[in-house]
């Protein structure tokens, strides 16, 4: 199963959230922060009886890192969508896409 979402935080910044999930319970969860030519990516690897985390900078210092970690919405200040909102874009396509079941 693989699940992916991407959000823009301003008219420069992607945030990329990609989930894979095995048939054994395996979960490989990714999060790109990209804003130019710098990222900020994240891995997480879970197993059930294990975490493995790993960090990757592009084209960043760390004077630089914590810069561009401060433009970001903290986790706790991102909110999920209304999908029962009429104006909400993502709960329009879902209706349309399975108003039919």
Do not use: H
């Amino acid at each position: 199963v693989v699940a992916s979402l991407r959000a823009r935080c301003s008219v420069q910044a992607v945030e990329e959230r990609r989930t894979v999930r095995d048939s054994q319970g395996r979960r490989e969860t990714t999060v790109t922060r990209r804003r130019g030519d710098q990222a900020f990516i994240t891995t997480t690897k879970e197993d059930g009886q294990s975490k493995d985390y790993q960090e990757e900078v592009v084209n960043m210092d760390d004077r630089e890192l914590a810069q561009f970690a401060g433009t970001w919405p903290r986790q706790d200040e991102l909110r999920t969508p209304n999908l029962s909102d009429p104006s909400s874009v993502l709960g329009s396509f879902f209706r349309r896409w399975f108003s039919s079941w």
